[in-house]
């Protein structure tokens, strides 16, 4: 009766990563390297998976209206029977750090959706998605409806993020810049998809405002993006903002990575994370007749008049996210 009911349930998985990866060739299965898992952990990895993960790689969804594939084919294609955690960490890391098709381990779903921009997750950041995606049972298909409202009230409840040091708001930022960043980058490209660039510009300049208004609200802290060479002029950065873009660009051209910065103003905990340029970026913020098409340029300068944001290259940093906190009393 088990091997039958073990033979049922392989059969559905199997399906179920068929429908949603199209033709990806794999047979892995969930880990099965024995340990105890760490609930803290666990909890902090399913804030930072729901902040920099499922606004593109959701559990719902249809098929068709998918921009990547769902978190559950991401771990069927990287954990396999035998696969540690130390191997799972190792090629997730290699593939989100530098996003090739040489490294990826899904072509098909690269031929769907397109390349993954590299999104800048830091190593601390990625370490609590990798433990995610490897320790929680999303791989039964019937996870999301049946773990998913829990943990997340769980991970806010009293085992949520405890806010008490500037390690804490420095992470607890971070999860509000990327919840904020999966959101705009999941509408930008759909964007690009259905019209391409120009339709991206529409986008920017009609809602990216308003959706980061929105992320403000539902995220309890004040949200921007901010520039030493603005695309809009209410996007330019001042004093400390200036500084520590300074700081980053001068880290990243030393060959270094950038790292984000908290600090106490005015009673309140303001964090800055840098906004690195990857390659989906510079088709509206790259160089014009290299990278910017002709249509592209013309629809940036009758949209920005006052454009400031060209000439980027991939890598280097094109702005920064603030994110100002509310301190908690002690």
């Not at 520590?244 to 990575?257: D, P, Q, R, V």
Request: hydrophobic share 40%; proline share 6%; charged share 20%.
């Amino acid at each position: 009766m088990v091997k039958k009911l073990l033979s049922a349930a392989v059969c559905v998985l199997s399906l179920t990563a068929l429908f949603a990866c199209g033709s990806d060739e794999a047979e892995p299965a969930p880990g099965k390297e024995v340990s105890k898992v760490d609930q803290e952990k666990l909890d902090a990895g399913f804030r930072a998976v729901e902040a920099a993960c499922f606004s593109c790689h959701s559990p719902r969804g249809s098929a068709a209206d998918r921009i990547a594939p769902p978190m559950v084919a991401i771990k069927k294609h990287y954990v396999y029977n035998n696969t540690t955690y130390a191997e799972f960490y190792r090629d997730l890391q290699q593939f989100v750090s530098a996003p090739s098709a040489e490294n990826a381990r899904m072509p098909g779903a690269i031929q769907r959706f397109g390349l993954m921009p590299n999104l800048g997750i830091n190593e601390a950041m990625l370490e609590q998605i990798a433990y995610y995606i490897f320790h929680s049972p999303m791989e039964n298909p019937r996870w999301f409806e049946e773990h998913y409202a829990r943990e997340r009230h769980r991970s806010r409840g009293a085992h949520g993020a405890q806010l008490l040091t500037d390690a804490d708001y420095l992470m607890h930022g971070q999860q509000i810049a990327m919840r904020t960043k999966s959101e705009l980058g999941k509408n930008l490209k759909h964007a690009l998809k259905t019209g391409g660039p120009t339709s991206a510009i529409q986008f920017c300049s009609e809602q990216a405002v308003p959706i980061a208004d929105d992320m403000s609200v539902r995220l309890k802290a004040a949200i921007k993006r901010v520039s030493d060479r603005p695309r809009n002029p209410g996007n330019a950065a001042v004093n400390r903002e200036l500084q520590y873009i300074a700081s980053a660009s001068a880290a990243l051209a030393a060959g270094n990575t950038p790292e984000p910065s908290v600090q106490e103003l005015d009673g309140r905990m303001v964090g800055y994370y840098p906004i690195v340029t990857n390659g989906m970026c510079l088709q509206c913020h790259g160089s014009p007749g290299v990278n910017i098409a002709e249509d592209t340029m013309s629809a940036l300068q009758a949209t920005y008049p006052n454009d400031k944001a060209t000439g980027y290259e991939e890598g280097q940093i094109r702005g920064i996210w603030v994110i100002t906190m509310e301190k908690k009393s002690m």
